[in-house]
């Protein structure tokens, strides 16, 4: 019970804000007032204070709550790549991924609890490469073992000022995730209850990349076999091929709904002509992302308005969504339907943000992801799940992969996936299996590789 656990932790918890924090039935109340959060003291050279944007949505109550009272104790944060080769290549219009490249993050606070985060790497997307992301994670862990006693939303506010913007926003995203997924574990509450307890099961579509008709065919045969009703399709290097693709995957699974995604591949007149063909072969996609290039708005704008009035088409937008000014600028200029948010491009803070902003201003929600293990695909499936504000939702990157190392964490069984009552995100590497990277990003680093695994073992 959440209340042993509040008695378990006397200096980081009161019995009164945890009975508010949760209701038996994980649901939130009435939202807080604004916070505003102190910089820790242990970057004595930054400014004397900072804002953290706070959602005020009632459904996050429980998390925000958290972000006032949980005290974090570093004990040990480190980082390491995590390579996993994918099943075939993964080609979008700007891009081909041969195998995850990925960096995983580990922090482990004073009282026992161990999180777990992901920064996921897809080139020409994130802003970050793997080489990149491994040298600020190191930095993000070495500032967090110095800080002292002080709340999580304080810890979060100085990640931010340490790793801002669009730049380093896959790395605080898998810094973030691993804070958060410590804390939920100290107070024994999954994520999916933590965000608002709307749910704990939600369903994805799967992604066929570019690739040949037949094998298109093949993979929309196999994903129809494992229960998958909507297929998401990449396009946008050449029209005529996507076409054809197209036509093929409808044989295979005629009763599919369709998701394109372009990744920003299309001119507007490609991709209205698009839309076009589609309905001449009697086919309307239940969605259009990123049609056109990320810095394109009127092409966007006039994709858009074509869509949704000529055929009732909705368009999301991806790439030209990469923090909250794009999607103000989106809202004022009723540029797309649709707002994809993938935590790699603004972190959890900033995710939860923008979720606030579409929903107040009538836009539809996607959760997306680059290419990432079950790490960051169920950290983000727990905010899904519990948040139950998404139409659509696209977290199937693990299903692209030929070896998981994730152990644990959700119940996966074709397009369904289950959250368990599990603290945290419930899933954990072998740490022990993940390399040793050059550069590791840890004080304690000669202690026996065994100490880690019973350490891991200890808490699940």
């Not at 509450?189 to 994805?204: D, E, K, Q």
């Not at 937008?317 to 989106?330: F, G, H, P």
């Amino acid at each position: 019970m959440v209340m042993d656990m509040a008695a378990a932790f006397p200096t980081t918890f009161s019995q009164n804000k945890t009975h508010q924090m949760f209701s038996q039935s994980g649901l939130s109340f009435s939202p807080p007032k604004p916070i505003k959060f102190q910089l820790p003291i242990c970057n004595p050279h930054a400014r004397n204070s900072m804002q953290v944007q706070v959602p005020s949505s009632a459904t996050n109550f429980g998390f925000k709550n958290l972000l006032e009272t949980f005290m974090v104790e570093v004990y040990k944060a480190e980082n390491r790549p995590l390579d996993v080769p994918l099943i075939s290549p993964f080609t979008i219009a700007t891009s081909r991924l041969d195998k995850v490249e990925n960096v995983a993050i580990r922090i482990e606070l004073k009282n026992g609890c161990v999180g777990w985060g992901e920064a996921p790497i897809l080139p020409f997307v994130t802003a970050e490469d793997q080489p990149t992301a491994m040298a600020k994670a190191k930095e993000a862990c070495e500032m967090l073992k110095s800080c002292s006693f002080i709340t999580l939303g304080a810890v979060l506010g100085e990640i931010c000022h340490l790793l801002p913007g669009h730049q380093f926003a896959s790395v605080r995203a898998g810094v973030e995730m691993a804070l958060i997924d410590a804390a939920a574990k100290s107070i024994g509450v999954p994520l999916w209850r933590l965000f608002g307890g709307a749910s704990n099961t939600i369903t994805t579509d799967i992604t066929i990349p570019i690739v040949s008709p037949a094998e298109a065919a093949a993979l929309a045969s196999k994903y129809r076999e494992q229960g998958f009703e909507t297929l998401k399709l990449k396009v946008g290097k050449n029209l005529k091929a996507d076409i054809e693709v197209l036509k093929a995957i409808r044989t295979a699974h005629p009763d599919c709904s369709f998701i394109l995604d372009a990744n920003e591949g299309y001119r507007p007149e490609e991709a209205i002509e698009v839309l076009e063909k589609l309905h001449e072969m009697g086919v309307t996609p239940v969605l259009f992302e990123q049609p056109v290039h990320r810095d394109d708005w009127e092409g966007l704008g006039r994709v858009s308005h074509f869509a949704k009035s000529k055929y009732g088409v909705s368009v999301a937008a991806d790439e030209s969504s990469r923090n909250l000014a794009d999607v103000k600028k989106i809202v004022q200029g009723e540029l797309a339907d649709v707002v994809n948010i993938k935590l790699a491009k603004v972190g959890v803070l900033g995710a939860l943000e923008i979720i606030d902003l579409a929903r107040a201003s009538g836009l539809d929600l996607m959760i997306g992801g680059m290419v990432e293990t079950r790490l960051a695909m169920g950290f983000a499936g727990h905010l899904a799940a519990g948040l139950g504000c998404f139409k659509f939702i696209d977290l199937d990157t693990p299903l692209l992969l030929s070896e998981d190392p994730v152990l644990e964490g959700y119940e996966g069984l074709g397009a369904a996936y289950k959250f368990t009552n599990a603290a945290g995100h419930g899933s954990y590497l072998h740490w022990e299996n993940v390399p040793w990277p050059l550069m590791v990003c840890c004080l304690e680093a000669y202690e026996p590789l065994n100490w880690w695994k019973h350490s891991v073992i200890k808490m699940f």
